[in-house]
């Protein structure tokens, strides 16, 4: 019982320390490609966390959507971006961005530190050691999931839709305007070459007086 | 088993982290980047609240239509950062000032 709480212990802390570390990583990097490397590290550790808490389907869920979809749906803008994507460095606006979010941080470590402090004491069994065996598996979420979730469900599918299209759509741009300024474009250029063609052939005639 | 509190200051740690990112960087794509470590902190704080009570999967499904609504978001979001490269050759969101004057 003593080893088992040891390993959960360390497995547990692994797991947090790499996940911070992804997360710093990813908020600090220069280079988006490497943000998105850390956010990568820091997606599979939580994904480890989450099977360490009998979440088995989320686990699974965390891996398929952001690790398989997300994360390369990130480096396919960056790379289609290319070196554009590395903003340069800009120190403009630095301190007054800095300050705001000293502020905020420490506003996070002040509201947890206060809880910390006034919250009552938990009750003695504050991670009950066994769950039922299905607790989280695909078979116990999926039943409840089409049952008292059945409707989020069905909505967050008509979510899922109108984000396909509005992506679609803000992604191609305006089509038919793009296409009414090549026009103009290949215009201009064909009028430009003739006017050329025709000095061209003037001086030609002059050359020949 | 670990308490939960100790998820939930790892999660409180990792939002604060995300949320500093997005307060402080300007590229576009790491300020998406910095609301995805937000949004699993949060995923991680509500599955572990969940771990307390087995009764129910409230916990859980929340979680899952988080990950839901934020694969939507990612998509619309890189989709306009793509829309906004097009027209002002950047990827940085204080040159987005397409809606000034």
């Known amino acids: 019982m003593e080893t088992t709480f040891a390993i959960g212990k360390a497995y547990f802390f692994t797991c947090a320390a790499l996940a911070v570390l992804g997360a710093l990583a990813t908020v600090t990097a220069k280079n988006p490609i490497r943000g998105a490397m850390g ?13 360490a808490l009998h979440a088995q389907f989320l686990a699974a869920i965390q891996l ?15 790379m289609l971006l290319g070196p554009s994507a590395t903003a340069p460095s800009d120190q403009r606006g630095r301190i007054p961005r800095s300050i705001g979010a000293g502020l905020y941080g420490a506003a996070g470590l002040g509201a947890m530190w206060v809880l910390a402090k006034t919250a009552p004491p938990p009750p003695p069994n504050n991670l009950i050691a066994s769950a039922p ?10 039943r409840v999931l089409f049952t008292h979730g059945l409707i989020p469900f069905e909505l967050s599918s008509a979510l899922l839709m109108v984000a396909i299209v509005g992506a679609v759509a803000v992604a191609r741009g305006n ?11 290949e ?22 007086e | 088993m670990i308490p939960v509190d100790y998820y939930v200051v790892l999660s409180a ?9 997005f307060l402080t960087r300007r590229n576009v794509l790491v300020t998406l980047m910095s609301i995805e470590i937000m949004l699993n902190a949060v995923n991680l704080a509500l ?18 239509f988080i990950i839901a609504a934020e694969a939507a978001e990612v998509a619309v979001g890189l989709a306009i950062v793509l829309s906004l490269f097009r ?11 397409l809606l000034k004057n």
Request: charged letters at 20%; proline letters at 0%; a negative charge.
């Open chain 2, 13 to 21: 740690t990792l939002f604060i982290i995300g949320g500093i990112g």
């Open chain 2, 87 to 97: 027209v002002r050759r950047t990827v940085r969101s204080d040159e987005a000032d």
């Open chain 1, 175 to 185: 089509q038919k305007k793009k296409e009414a300024t090549k026009a103009k474009e």
């Open chain 1, 187 to 208: 215009a201009a250029l064909a009028k430009e070459a003739q006017e050329t063609k025709t000095e061209a052939s003037e001086e030609a005639h002059a050359e020949a």
């Open chain 1, 133 to 142: 065996n299905d607790f989280g598996s695909v078979d116990a979420f999926g």
């Open chain 2, 47 to 64: 599955v572990a609240f969940n771990r307390t009570q087995t009764a129910n999967h409230t916990g859980q499904m929340f979680a899952f």
């Open chain 1, 39 to 51: 956010l990568l590290l820091m997606i599979l550790c939580i994904a480890g966390l989450l099977l």
């Open chain 1, 64 to 78: 398929i959507v952001y690790a398989g979809a997300i994360v390369v749906l990130f480096l396919f803008v960056i």
